[in-house]
Nanobody, 124 residues
């Protein structure tokens, strides 16, 4: 089992920044690709960003490329999502997820473990 606890969400004005964190415990963190997904009000959950278990590969949704950066710190068992130039359309609940030996796929079904979500609200 892998437990994931996400934090860092909040209310921010358009153009602002937030950094989400996802702390993990349980299995060996370095064996897991980590992904961020989000669900906006009235919409399905969608892929945001992912990083492979080696850290060498990252993958981003087109809507966040150039604005969001995913990174991982294996010493702290934590994955981060730095979000810059936030827009109202980024308002959503953000979820982190773990995929054993994953390669940063955007496919939700590949991720075995999920965190509880953290709310990000961007005011325009």
């Amino acid at each position: 089992q892998v437990q994931l606890v996400s934090s860092g969400g909040g209310l921010v004005q358009a153009g602002g920044s937030l950094r989400l964190s996802c702390a993990t415990s349980g299995r060996e963190f370095s064996n897991y690709a980590m992904g961020w997904f989000r669900r906006a009000p009235g919409k399905d959950r969608e892929f945001v960003a992912a990083i492979s278990y080696t850290g060498r590969t990252t993958n981003y949704a087109n809507s966040v490329k150039g604005r969001f950066t995913i990174s991982r710190d294996n010493a702290k068992n934590t994955v981060y999502l730095q979000m810059n130039s936030l827009q109202a359309e980024d308002t959503a609940v953000y979820y982190c997820a773990a995929d054993a030996y994953g390669i940063a796929t955007p496919t939700m079904n590949a991720y075995e473990y999920w965190g509880q979500g953290t709310q990000v609200t961007v005011s325009s």
